[in-house]
């Protein structure tokens, strides 16, 4: 046993794969150490905000600024207030006055800015542009102004009693305050979701449920397969015939068919996070059947099993001291398997709508669904949807590496 | 030609069996959710009406017309007589449409967008991975952890990625759908252009995702061919190396013809909620659009529709295969 251990940590690739499902697995349960909390709670009340630190505004005024002077601030200040509809706009207004195109780069934002501040004149009236068109062209002049002649902000309270503005603060453009000053700040290293949550608050959590998912639907199908594929196997005759034609139907019909239905039949309001690994481990035996049978056919008429059964060992006997260690490995990589498959299987019935009930407890399937519902990929709010498609690869690819990785240390013949 | 009858006749007993027996789970579990479908489509229809006696023979009406007032078993045999001349009722949430006329359309599109690409991507994996087998070094060791990653991406999340990247960021693929929103299916140069765009997106996650895993299979078979002992006896005595590579990918391509059998329910599982992410108009999107609206008629119609299409390419594998492979030959003429 220790000797097999040793030699299943001098393959490369189980080594590889066990430490990245190790390292996924303790940052899922480390992290909520650092960041505890609800899971689930809605931080934000807009969704799908963008990842980042979000700093309090209100607080921030009451923090004492400092004075610095970053170079190039105020290009990088103005450059932010054009935007893309802006640039186009100015380009479209020098067009008209006769500038010929080949000199009017919008991407420059200084020798736009540049151009623009010698050549427009509020009180041009170019032939066949509407009043309203020529007031935005006033306002956006203005904009620009400020923008460049920087000046303070002036902020105000109410006062309660006549209702007149009196002036609390006066923020110039050289003033910064440091972001841990700020009492109330937040920060989301994933943005939140359609529902205002920390997103990688969530996905922690719902890793650890989808893999908990997997290990009880792994368990379950690998003890199913391994029962009926020792029973087939070992007992033979028209216990074989039976379990082979269900294990053969299951295999044909697809089990993802059969899961939409099952979970469909049991309703929403029954479907748990355990149900659904339930359902999933009841419909994914028929791998570990199939080859657990076939590696037990082969073991059945060995010497030592026949000198077992001559000595009047029990059926059970037999199974656990001289058939189970041999295919022990097998049925641990069929587990490894059977952990990966139900973990997808579970975030595919959820896209289908069929997952865990939604209100308790987010999984990897869950955050997809959401995800998707709230169309965050046509969006681009990558945040609500690559990490959890990433964790989904990372832990199936973890376990597949495993298991090619037994599966060498076993099957000397696909050894390289 | 006797042998090969034995052997078809088998396969057809086998297959009609396997249709009966999903053809009775597909009736029986949709119809044991314990929520009431007439009072679903009673909560849209009669909306606003407030005397009871008129809901009362609505709803009535209702189980009259979807037969749910007749015993479970007579409602079994009349569905499997009418599902026999491929009529499948009356839809629950689109009522009064049938459900012949939900899915018929959805089941070209599947069958254009995920036959086409399961072949492609199992053709190009086996090249792939015969290649690894044979070249190893850089090849192999670049192809091989890519492979296995890529197979563990599931189908809908490389769609996804897709759709962000290449319509959602680059702007040179349609997000959604199964041709432009604006044009009627019709035979016209700028329909068929359409088509084609968005069949790009679907076509190739698709692809792309079964490769890896048939890139590694077709390996490990290589592999294990290439170390087999009638290699090294053809080494000994002299047969030219493309002659034995000839041997070798035949016979590790037999296992990988099965291997496409059984793997291929879940090929398609995955395929079809690929679907989904890019809204195209096939089953997978009519079978999310059936659960939402809790529509049985059209979630078992759509289910045994996949089924007997899965069924159908397992028996043409087990056909072909009867044919390619010798053993199947030798063992019909003992």
Known sequence: MKNTIRQVFHSPKFVVG??????????????????????????????????????????????????????????????????????????????????????IDTTDTKSLLKLWEEKYDPSLKPAGMTMAKRNYYKR????????????????????????????????????????????????????????GRDTLKELVSAAKTSIMIGLIAGSIATFIGLSTGLLAGYIGGWVDELILFITNLFTVIPGFIILILVSYGIGQENRGATTCAIVIG?????????????????????????????????????????????????VVMALILQISTAILAEAQLSMLGLGPKTTEIPTLGLMMNWAMLYSAHTHGYWWAYFPVLLIIALISFSLNLMNTGLDQVFNPTLRD | ????????????????????????????????????????????????????????????????????????????????????????????????????????????????????????????????????????????????????????????????????IFATKLNIAPTAGGYGYDLIPNFSWTFIKSVIAHYQLPFWSIVIISIGGQAIGMRSMSIYELNADYVKYSRYLGVKDSKIVGYVFRNAMLPQVTGLALSLGTMVGGALVAEIIFSYPGLGTTLLSAVTSSDYPVLSATTLIITLMVLIASFTIDIIYGFIDPRVKAAQFD
Not at chain 1, 33 to 43: E, I, K, R, T
Not at chain 1, 54 to 73: F, G, N, R, T
Not at chain 2, 119 to 139: E, M
């Open chain 1, 282 to 330: 009841f419909t994914s035996w028929t791998w570990t059947t199939r080859s657990v049978r076939s590696q037990v056919i082969s073991l059945r008429n060995r010497d030592h099993v026949n000198l077992s059964k001559l000595s009047g060992h029990s059926l059970l006997r037999i199974i656990l001291n001289d058939i189970l260690p041999y295919i022990a490995s097998y």
């Open chain 1, 140 to 195: 956006l002049n203005t904009n620009l102004e400020q923008a460049l002649n920087a000046s303070e902000v002036v902020i105000a309270t109410e006062n309660a009693e006549t209702g007149a503005l009196e002036e609390a603060k006066v923020v110039t453009d050289t003033d910064y305050i440091n972001t841990k000053d700020v009492i109330n700040s937040i920060t989301l290293p994933l943005g939140t979701d359609n529902f």
């Open chain 2, 1 to 164: 030609m006797k042998g090969y009858r034995k052997y078809f006749g088998k396969k057809i007993v086998w297959f009609l069996l396997t249709l009966f027996i999903a053809f009775i789970l597909n009736f029986v579990l949709p119809r044991m959710m314990p929520a009431d479908p007439v009072a679903n489509i009673m909560s849209k229809t009669a909306r606003g009406i407030s005397d009871t006696a008129t809901t009362k023979a609505m709803y009535d009406n209702y189980v009259k017309v979807f037969g749910l007032d007749k015993p479970e078993i007579e409602q079994f045999f009349t569905y499997l007589k009418n599902a026999a001349r491929g009529d499948f009722g009356l839809s629950f949430s689109q009522y009064p449409r049938k459900v012949n006329d939900i899915i018929s359309n959805a089941i070209l599109w599947t069958l254009g967008l995920q036959l086409p690409a399961i072949i492609v991507g199992w053709l190009i994996g086996n090249i792939l991975g015969a290649l690894a087998a044979y070249i190893k070094k850089g090849f192999d060791k670049l192809l091989m952890p890519l492979s296995l990653f890529l197979s563990c991406v599931p189908a809908f999340g490389m769609a996804v990625i897709m759709l962000g």
């Open chain 1, 18 to 103: 066990f430490s990245i499902f190790v390292l996924v697995l303790l940052s899922l349960f480390i992290y909520p150490l650092f960041v505890p909390g609800n899971p689930l709670q809605m931080v934000g009340l807009s969704s799908f905000s963008e990842p980042g630190t979000y700093v309090s505004v209100y607080d921030a005024i009451d923090s004492e600024p400092d004075i610095m002077k970053l170079p190039e601030a105020d290009a990088k200040r103005l450059a932010d207030k054009l935007n893309e509809e802006d640039r186009a706009a100015m380009k479209e207004w020098l067009l008209l006055i006769g500038i010929p195109e080949a000199d």
